[in-house]
């Protein structure tokens, strides 16, 4: 990877819909070289994918909430079918499996607090692998970017 492939990705990171040429012409190569040297960056892994970033709130999801859950019991078992259990979950943003007093952080969306308390009250303590569930509703997002430094 060198600079240019730098360059590529951080516009890239910006904004996805960036033609060849329209590369080329910021990162100072020709639109063929930019062509394969996205191709080689997907192959490899570097990009993973396009997506459009769409707006929580018009999309009517006004709360962020984080949800720390910690395990019944602390085996490989339980731990997969609580993973499974998330995977399935479209409002669950993000997780993280933590080292500490919390076994998960997990990032939800909902679109009222009413919407909070059943997937709470239904999806989560009722799991057979939770045993216990603390929530936060987030009241400002200071920062939320997908970008990584490049």
Do not use: W
């Not at 990171?13 to 910021?26: F, H, K, P, S, V």
């Amino acid at each position: 990877m060198d600079q240019y492939d730098r360059k590529m990705l951080a516009l890239l990171q910006e904004d996805a819909r960036l033609t060849n040429n329209d590369l080329g012409e910021r990162v100072n190569l020709s639109p063929s070289q930019c062509s394969r040297r996205r191709q080689r960056l997907e192959e490899e892994g570097y990009i993973r994918g396009y997506r459009a970033m769409l707006d929580r709130e018009k999309m009517g999801f006004s709360l962020v909430n984080i949800i720390t859950v910690t395990l019944a019991t602390h085996n490989r078992d339980n731990a997969r079918r609580f993973a499974e259990l998330l995977s399935d979950l479209p409002e669950v943003q993000e997780a993280y499996a933590l080292t500490g007093e919390m076994d998960y952080v997990v990032k939800v969306v909902t679109p009222d607090l009413k919407s909070l308390s059943e997937f709470v009250n239904g999806v989560l303590l009722p799991h057979e692998s939770v045993q216990h569930v603390k929530t936060a509703i987030v009241l400002e997002t200071l920062k939320e970017t997908p970008s990584l430094p490049v």
